[in-house]
C-alpha cells in the first residue's frame, strides 16, 4: 500500500481535459478495426498510475478520463459524477479460481471503459461470427469522468456459517452487518450482495454501460442481485461548487467532506494500516461503504410548510444557511436549531466528532401503483468505520430525527471498498485474495 503523502500531491497529466478526451470510436478508429488494443495501449494518460484523491481534483471537464490506478479507488473522493449506475452482485460460482479471473477480467474491463474504450477488441472489430465484446452503446461517448469503485459484502467472506472462497480469516472486523434501526423497511431484494460496484459518470449511458459490460464478462459467474440508477448528485466533495439540491429541494452536502481535504479524508474516510491486524491488513487505503435507498413520502413533504420544512431540517431552503446564520458556509448553530432537526441531529458535534463522505443520488423510479412517485435519496457514505460513523449517526436520526416522518430506508448495504488498483499488473482484490491464501491452506489466487 503505498503511502498517503505520496497522493497529496495533484497529478494533472493523470487527466484528459473534456477537449482532449477521446470518444470511445475514435479509439477505435486510432488502433485500426480488428486490433486487439492491449494493456500497453490502453496505458495512455488517463490510464497513468499512482496519485490518489488529488487525481480528479483537475477533471472539472465533463467529458474527461479519471485515471483508474492509484493508491485509493476513484469514486470516492472524486468530485461527484452527475449520474449513477450501483450494482450489487451474488456470486453464483463456487470455485474461488473462477471469481479471481472474474475479479481480474473486471479489473481489465474496468480500465479501459474509464479511459473511454471498449471492452476487449470492442463493439464491431471482432470476428461477425461471435458476439462482440463490448455492447456498443458507449460508442462515440466521451470518458464522461466514469468511475468505477468495487467493494466486498460481508457474504462473500462467509454465508450461512460457510467460508465460501476461504475468506473468513480476512475478513476485516469493521466489516459488520448493519443493525436494525427503528423505521427501517428492508426489502432483501433490494439490500445485501456479494460483491458491489458504483459507476458513476456525468452520461448515464456511458454508466449503464460500464454495469451492463461487467454484468455481462460475469455471466455464469455472478448474477445482479439488485440495482439502483441515480441522477441529481445530493453531494458535493467540491467546496467551490455549487451545491446541489435533493427531491426535497434543500441544498445538500453543504458540510461534506472534501475530495480536496486530505486531513478528513485520511482521518475519517481512508482505512489506516493500523486499523485492521493480520489476515484483513489488506483494506489498508481503502474504506467502508453504506448505501440506503431511502424512499421519501414526496407527498407528504409537498403538503408541509415552508416553516415546518425548514424547521426539520434546521436550515433555510433558499440559501441553504443553518439556523441563525446567513449564509450557507456559516458555521452551524446547533442550539438555534429544534432539537429534532436533521443537521443538529447529524452535526459531528453531536456524535462524538463523527464524520463521512456523503456521495449519494436522487432516483425516481416511477410509481409505486397508488400514484405516488417512488422517489428518494440513494445514501451513499465512505467511512473508515462503520461502526463510529453511520451506525451511530443513524442510530440516532433514527430514534430522533424529525426526517424520519417522511422517510423510509427500504434498502441497505455495506461494503469493505479495497484500496485502488496500483497499476495494470494489479486487479481488484488481490490483497485480499493474496492474503487469504497466505493466511489458510496456501491455495493461490
Ligand atoms: C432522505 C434522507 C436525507 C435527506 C433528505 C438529508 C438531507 C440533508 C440536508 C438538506 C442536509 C444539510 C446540508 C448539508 O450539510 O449537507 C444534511 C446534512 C447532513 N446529513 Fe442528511 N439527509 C438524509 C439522510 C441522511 C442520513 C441517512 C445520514 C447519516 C446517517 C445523514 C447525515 C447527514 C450529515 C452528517 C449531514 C451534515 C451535518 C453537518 O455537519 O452539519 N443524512 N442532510
Request: charged content about 25%; some cysteine; hydrophobic content about 40%.
Amino acid at each position: 500500500m503505498s503511502d498517503d503523502s505520496t497522493q497529496d500531491t495533484p497529478a494533472p497529466a493523470q487527466e484528459e481535459s473534456a477537449g482532449t478526451a477521446p470518444s470511445r470510436r475514435a479509439v477505435l478508429g486510432w488502433g485500426g478495426a480488428g486490433l486487439a488494443l492491449g494493456a500497453a495501449a490502453a496505458g495512455g494518460a488517463a490510464l497513468a498510475t499512482g496519485g490518489g484523491e488529488d487525481r480528479t481534483v483537475n477533471a472539472a471537464g465533463s467529458g474527461a478520463a479519471v485515471a483508474f490506478h492509484g493508491g485509493h479507488q476513484a469514486g470516492i473522493a472524486t468530485p461527484v459524477q452527475d449520474r449513477l449506475h450501483f450494482a450489487a452482485f451474488d456470486v453464483k460460482t463456487k470455485d474461488r479460481a473462477e471469481l479471481v479471473r472474474l475479479l481480474k477480467d473486471w479489473t481489465r474491463a474496468a480500465e479501459r471503459m474509464c479511459a473511454g474504450r471498449e471492452v476487449g477488441e470492442g463493439a464491431i472489430s471482432a470476428l461477425d461470427a461471435a458476439p462482440p465484446d463490448d455492447t456498443g452503446e458507449a460508442l462515440g461517448l466521451k470518458p464522461s469522468r466514469l468511475t468505477l469503485t468495487i467493494g466486498f459484502g460481508p457474504t462473500l467472506f462467509e454465508r450461512d456459517g460457510e467460508d465460501r472462497f476461504g475468506l473468513r480469516a480476512a475478513r476485516p472486523e469493521a466489516l459488520v452487518e448493519l443493525p436494525h434501526f427503528p423505521g427501517d423497511n428492508l426489502d432483501p431484494a433490494r439490500s445485501g450482495g456479494d460483491l458491489c460496484v458504483q459507476a458513476c459518470a456525468d452520461d448515464p449511458q456511458v454508466a449503464v454501460h460500464a454495469i451492463r459490460n461487467l454484468a455481462r464478462i460475469g455471466f455464469g459467474k455472478v448474477t445482479v442481485r439488485w440495482s439502483q440508477l441515480g441522477f441529481g448528485k445530493t453531494s458535493s466533495t467540491t467546496p467551490d461548487a455549487q451545491t446541489p439540491r435533493n427531491m426535497m429541494g434543500f441544498k445538500d452536502g453543504t458540510r461534506n467532506i472534501a475530495g480536496t481535504d486530505t486531513a478528513k479524508l485520511r482521518k475519517h474516510v481512508w482505512v489506516d494500516g493500523r486499523d485492521e491486524k493480520g489476515a484483513a491488513a489488506w483494506m489498508a487505503g481503502g474504506s467502508y461503504l453504506v448505501a440506503r435507498r431511502i424512499r421519501m413520502h414526496i407527498e407528504t413533504w409537498d403538503r408541509t410548510s415552508l416553516r415546518e420544512q425548514e424547521d426539520v431540517i434546521g436550515r433555510d431552503k433558499g440559501e441553504g444557511a443553518p439556523f441563525g446564520k446567513q449564509k450557507e458556509h456559516d458555521e452551524p448553530l446547533l442550539k438555534a436549531m429544534l432539537p429534532d432537526s436533521h443537521v443538529r441531529l447529524a452535526h459531528p458535534d453531536t456524535n462524538g466528532g463523527a464524520m463521512m463522505l456523503r456521495r449519494g443520488y436522487s432516483f425516481t423510479d416511477g410509481t409505486d401503483g397508488l400514484g405516488r412517485l417512488d422517489a428518494g435519496l440513494f445514501f451513499l457514505a465512505y467511512q473508515r468505520d462503520v461502526r463510529d460513523a453511520f451506525i451511530p449517526v443513524q442510530g440516532r436520526l433514527a430514534r430522533k430525527d424529525a426526517l424520519m416522518e417522511y422517510l423510509q430506508h427500504v434498502g441497505s448495504g455495506v461494503f469493505a471498498m479495497p484500496p485502488g488498483v496500483v497499476d495494470t499488473g494489479d486487479w481488484w482484490g488481490r490483497g485480499l485474495f493474496e492474503k487469504a491464501a497466505d493466511q489458510t491452506d496456501g491455495k493461490g489466487a
